[in-house]
């Protein structure tokens, strides 16, 4: 009887064993793009803000991004990185309109979340200039990477582009 119980309490420790395992790598999976995100270092993008972390809280009301980095050494954040050099947005995720200050620029936006993906439309006047940009958010299948991709216009032609790589912390 007794290597029957010792059995029993084997077989009981790998199965709550395995199922820790798995709500751990799960955890990230379910959180969503809520968390804390830093820049994935093993690959570098071009002109990226420095230090740049994020946390992002998703609650009933839409998307907060709270953001840290280090200021250009030129105090001038690159027109690329509006709205991601910022230090707080909120991002309703309906489809609607949403009105955010970004220093001296009033930016709109309409942001849609779709699984594993948030793309956001938005729109700012910078000196008289009408900039259009699209960012889209993607999780990685297990929820520990995320890409940022970055698309900018301008009414004078200017078009640029870029993505980042992020790691939960």
Wanted: charged share 20%; with cysteine.
């Amino acid at each position: 009887a007794g290597e029957g119980v010792l059995k029993t309490i084997r077989l009981l420790c790998l199965a709550f064993l395995i199922a820790s395992i798995a709500t751990v790598s799960a955890s990230a999976k379910d959180e969503g793009f809520s968390g804390r995100w830093v820049l994935d270092k093993s690959q570098p993008s071009r002109d990226a803000p420095g230090n740049l972390e994020t946390r992002i809280k998703q609650d009933g009301s839409g998307v907060t991004i709270e953001s840290t980095f280090k200021e250009p050494d030129n105090g001038i954040v690159p027109l690329l990185y509006l709205g991601v050099m910022t230090t707080r947005m909120h991002l309703s995720v309906d489809g609607g309109a949403q009105q955010n200050q970004i220093g001296p620029f009033q930016m709109a936006s309409k942001t849609t979340l779709n699984g594993n993906q948030m793309d956001t439309e938005w729109t700012a006047v910078v000196k008289d200039d009408q900039v259009q940009g699209h960012w889209t958010h993607t999780l990685s299948a297990d929820g520990k990477h995320m890409t940022l991709e970055i698309k900018q216009s301008s009414t004078q032609g200017q078009t640029v582009q870029a993505t980042l790589h992020f790691v939960r912390k």
